[in-house]
C-alpha cells in the first residue's frame, strides 16, 4: 500500500504497519535480515545502523506493527513475555514497590518472587477486580502498578481506567499485560494506562511456533528507557521470530473472531451442561466482570475456565478429549485443553492456589479456530 497507515482500521494497520516495501527490491514480505552488524560507508557515516543487538529492520517493523496496534509511540520486542515483562520492571528502583494483580501469569509471580526479591523491590499482591482494594494499597513508594485483565485462569476483569486514575493521582504508572486480551480486543493505552505488555508467544503470534514479547510505551520518556535497556541487557527478539510474529499478526482480527465466536458457543454450553459446575468467561452475562469488560473491550476472547468438581473428574476429561490437545500455553489456532492447578500453577502453594480460586476440579481452554462442531462434539464426548 502507498502512503501512510495511520487513522486506517485495525486489520489494514495490522498488515502494513512498520512493512513499507523493501526498498531494495519491493519485496512485499519484510525480509529477514539475519546479520549481525552493518557496513558504515565511511566513518562517521552509518546508514542508522550499527549492531543489531541494538536495531534490525525485521525487529524494528514488528515493534512499529505493535505501536501502531496498541496505539504508542513506540514498541521493543524481547526474546520472550517474561523477558519484556524483567525490562518493564527496571523501571522501578530499591526500596520503591509494585502493586500487582494478587493472580498474575505464574512467571510474572516467580521472577518478582524468588529472582527480583534480591533488590529490594516491594510487592503488593492485590485483588485488582477491587478497585477499594487498589486504593488502600497504593502508597507514595508505588512506582508502578502491574495489572493483568482478564487474570489466568480465574478470568477476573480490573476496570484499566479506573486504576489508571487512581495510580497517576499517586504518582505511579500503570502497565497491562495484555496477552489475553491482544491488541484487537483491548488497547490499555487508550483507557489511561502508561504501558502495555504483550507475550506474543499467546494470540499475537498465534500459531505456537515462537516465543516473544513485546513492550509498547506511550511517554517518549519510557520508550527511550526501554531501547536503551533492550541494547544493554540484550534480550532481544530474533530477526526470525520477529517475521513470524509478524506474519502471525496479519491474521490477527480474523482468528480472534473465530477464537471468541468459538468460545462463546463453548462457554455457553459448558455454562448449561449438568456436570459441569460453574463456567468462567466474561462474555457470560452473569460473569463479575462483564460490564466492565463490555465497556473496556471490544470482545471477550478465547479463554473459558470451567469447574468440574474434583481432580478425578477433571483428569477423565482431559484424559479423553481429542480435538483439544492436553497442553500449556494458549492462543494458538489449535485448541488447548489444562489442568492450572497441576500445571501452569503447579509452582503456587495450594493454600494460595485455593485463595486464587484455583482448585483440583478446575479445567482451562484455549478455544482454537477449529471447526465449532467439533469442538463441541469433543468437550460432549469427553464430559459425557
Ligand atoms: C505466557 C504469558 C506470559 C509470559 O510470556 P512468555 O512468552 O512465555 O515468556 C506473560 N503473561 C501472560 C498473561 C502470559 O500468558
Same mark, same amino acid.
Given at each position: 500500500?502507498?502512503?501512510?497507515?495511520?487513522?486506517?482500521?485495525?486489520?489494514? $494497520?495490522?498488515?502494513?504497519?512498520?512493512?513499507?516495501?523493501?526498498?531494495?527490491?519491493?519485496?512485499?514480505?519484510?525480509?529477514?535480515?539475519?546479520?549481525?552488524?552493518?557496513?558504515?560507508?565511511?566513518?562517521?557515516?552509518?546508514?542508522?545502523?550499527?549492531?543489531?543487538?541494538?536495531?534490525?529492520?525485521?525487529?524494528?517493523?514488528? #515493534?512499529?506493527?505493535?505501536?501502531?496496534?496498541?496505539?504508542?509511540?513506540?514498541?521493543?520486542?524481547?526474546?520472550?513475555?517474561?523477558?519484556?515483562?524483567?525490562?518493564?520492571?527496571?523501571?522501578?528502583?530499591?526500596? #520503591? $514497590?509494585?502493586?500487582?494483580?494478587?493472580?498474575?501469569?505464574?512467571?510474572?509471580?516467580?521472577?518478582?518472587?524468588?529472582?527480583? @526479591?534480591?533488590?529490594?523491590?516491594?510487592?503488593?499482591?492485590?485483588?485488582?477486580?477491587?478497585?477499594?482494594? =487498589?486504593?488502600?494499597?497504593?502508597?507514595?513508594?508505588?512506582?508502578?502498578?502491574? =495489572?493483568?485483565?482478564?487474570?489466568?485462569?480465574?478470568?477476573?476483569?480490573?476496570?484499566?481506567?479506573?486504576?489508571?486514575?487512581?495510580?497517576? $493521582? $499517586?504518582?505511579?504508572?500503570? +502497565?497491562?499485560?495484555?496477552?489475553?486480551?491482544?491488541?484487537?480486543?483491548?488497547?490499555?493505552?487508550?483507557?489511561? +494506562? @502508561?504501558?502495555?505488555?504483550?507475550?506474543?508467544?499467546?494470540?499475537?503470534?498465534?500459531?505456537?511456533? *515462537?516465543?516473544?514479547?513485546?513492550?509498547?510505551?506511550?511517554?517518549?520518556?519510557?520508550?527511550?528507557?526501554?531501547?536503551?535497556?533492550?541494547?544493554?541487557?540484550?534480550?532481544?527478539?530474533?530477526?526470525?521470530?520477529?517475521?513470524?510474529?509478524?506474519?502471525?499478526?496479519?491474521?490477527?482480527?480474523?482468528?480472534? #473472531?473465530?477464537?471468541?465466536?468459538?468460545?462463546?458457543?463453548?462457554?455457553?454450553?459448558?455454562?448449561?451442561?449438568?456436570? =459441569?459446575?460453574?463456567?468462567?468467561?466474561?462474555?457470560?452475562?452473569?460473569?463479575?466482570?462483564?460490564?466492565?469488560?463490555?465497556?473496556?473491550?471490544?470482545?471477550?476472547?478465547?479463554?473459558?475456565?470451567?469447574?468440574?468438581?474434583?481432580? #478425578?473428574?477433571?483428569?477423565?476429561?482431559?484424559?479423553?478429549?481429542?480435538?483439544? *490437545?492436553?497442553?500449556?500455553?494458549?492462543?494458538?489456532?489449535?485448541?488447548?485443553?489444562?489442568?492450572?492447578?497441576?500445571?501452569?500453577?503447579?509452582?503456587?502453594?495450594?493454600?494460595?492456589?485455593?485463595?486464587?480460586?484455583?482448585?483440583?476440579?478446575?479445567?482451562?481452554?484455549?478455544?482454537?479456530?477449529?471447526?465449532? @462442531?467439533?469442538?463441541?462434539?469433543?468437550?460432549?464426548? +469427553?464430559?459425557?
Amino acid at each position: 500500500m502507498k502512503g501512510t497507515v495511520e487513522g486506517r482500521g485495525f486489520s489494514t $494497520r495490522a498488515i502494513h504497519a512498520g512493512q513499507a516495501p523493501e526498498p531494495t527490491t519491493g519485496a512485499v514480505a519484510v525480509p529477514i535480515f539475519q546479520t549481525s552488524t552493518y557496513v558504515h560507508e565511511a566513518l562517521g557515516e552509518s546508514k542508522g545502523f550499527d549492531y543489531a543487538r541494538t536495531t534490525n529492520p525485521t525487529r524494528t517493523a514488528l #515493534e512499529q506493527n505493535m505501536a501502531s496496534l496498541e496505539g504508542g509511540v513506540r514498541g521493543h520486542a524481547f526474546a520472550s513475555g517474561m523477558a519484556a515483562i524483567t525490562v518493564l520492571l527496571t523501571l522501578v528502583r530499591s526500596d #520503591e $514497590r509494585v502493586l500487582f494483580s494478587a493472580n498474575v501469569y505464574g512467571g510474572t509471580y516467580r521472577l518478582m518472587s524468588k529472582v527480583l @526479591d534480591r533488590y529490594r523491590i516491594g510487592c503488593d499482591w492485590v485483588d485488582t477486580s477491587d478497585l477499594d482494594r =487498589v486504593e488502600a494499597a497504593l502508597t507514595e513508594k508505588t512506582r508502578l502498578v502491574f =495489572v493483568e485483565t482478564p487474570t489466568n485462569p480465574t478470568m477476573e476483569i480490573a476496570d484499566i481506567a479506573a486504576i489508571s486514575e487512581l495510580a497517576h $493521582r $499517586r504518582g505511579a504508572k500503570v +502497565a497491562v499485560d495484555n496477552t489475553f486480551m491482544s491488541p484487537y480486543f483491548q488497547n490499555p493505552l487508550a483507557l489511561g +494506562a @502508561d504501558i502495555v505488555v504483550h507475550s506474543t508467544t499467546k494470540f499475537v503470534n498465534g500459531h505456537s511456533d *515462537s516465543i516473544g514479547g513485546v513492550l509498547v510505551s506511550s511517554s517518549e520518556e519510557d520508550a527511550e528507557w526501554f531501547a536503551f535497556v533492550q541494547k544493554s541487557a540484550g534480550g532481544i527478539l530474533s530477526p526470525f521470530d520477529s517475521f513470524l510474529t509478524l506474519r502471525g499478526i496479519k491474521t490477527l482480527a480474523v482468528r480472534m #473472531e473465530r477464537h471468541e465466536s468459538n468460545a462463546r458457543a463453548i462457554a455457553a454450553l459448558l455454562a448449561a451442561h449438568p456436570k =459441569v459446575h460453574s463456567v468462567l468467561y466474561p462474555g457470560l452475562p452473569a460473569s463479575p466482570g462483564h460490564e466492565i469488560q463490555q465497556r473496556q473491550a471490544r470482545g471477550f476472547g478465547g479463554m473459558i475456565a470451567f469447574e468440574v468438581g474434583s481432580y #478425578e473428574r477433571a483428569k477423565s476429561l482431559l484424559d479423553r478429549v481429542e480435538v483439544f *490437545s492436553l497442553a500449556e500455553s494458549l492462543g494458538g489456532v489449535e485448541s488447548l485443553i489444562s489442568h492450572p492447578a497441576s500445571m501452569t500453577h503447579a509452582s503456587v502453594p495450594p493454600a494460595r492456589q485455593q485463595e486464587l480460586g484455583i482448585g483440583p476440579g478446575l479445567v482451562r481452554l484455549s478455544v482454537g479456530i477449529e471447526d465449532l @462442531d467439533d469442538l463441541v462434539g469433543d468437550l460432549e464426548a +469427553a464430559l459425557g
